[in-house]
């Protein structure tokens, strides 16, 4: 049985990152949420698609 994770749920990454932000969760945590929530996936994602930060 293989487990599929499941598709980057923008508004979980927003909602972990501003509860890391409001001193509501600790950084261990935030990290942990990040990752389930698809961080890894949006941020290669970008990459992929040739992002660069605006500045």
Sequence with gaps: MS???PA???QKLIAAWEEFERGEQLPGKVLANLKTAGLPE???EL???GWTPAG
């Design 47 to 49: 990459a992929d698609a």
């Design 3 to 5: 487990f599929e994770r």
């Design 42 to 44: 949006v941020l290669q």
């Design 8 to 10: 980057p749920d923008l």
